[in-house]
């Protein structure tokens, strides 16, 4: 994997985060399903092990609460929390996702250059 891949799942979360037409928990599921779980795994490369390690922890903290039921353990952590919480965690997701698009390497494609194609 290669540094555009953590960069287009960093582009996903932020819009996932941004636009979905949905509560801000769904949102943060729905971020979290793939995108969010593939940099917290360190399965899209180009990162250091200390922003992979941020994305892991966050990730583990966004997923403490063991679920009663068929729903998940993010949802349950995310239900389980009051809303100021909720707006931290997507606050915190943003932050990291920031600190993603801003590594730089020479097999990065911007996104300018998406937006243009």
Do not use: N
């Not at 799942?9 to 996932?16: D, F, G, N, P, V």
């Not at 943060?28 to 995108?35: D, K, Q, Y």
Request: aromatic letters at 4%; glycine letters at 8%; proline letters at 3%.
């Amino acid at each position: 994997m290669t540094l555009d891949y953590s960069h287009e799942k960093a582009h996903q979360i932020l819009l996932t985060l941004g636009t979905m037409d949905a509560s801000l928990v769904e949102r943060i599921e729905a971020a979290c399903v793939h995108p969010f779980l593939a940099l917290a795994e360190g399965r899209t490369g180009g990162l250091s092990d200390s922003l992979v390690g941020a994305f892991a922890a966050l990730l583990e903290e966004m997923s403490s609460v063991e679920p009663s039921g068929g729903e998940g353990s993010t949802h349950a952590t995310l239900m389980s929390v009051d809303e100021s919480t909720v707006q931290s965690f997507a606050e915190r997701m943003v932050d990291l996702c920031i600190e993603v698009l801003q590594v730089d390497g020479p097999e990065v494609t911007k996104l300018v250059e998406l937006r243009e194609e």
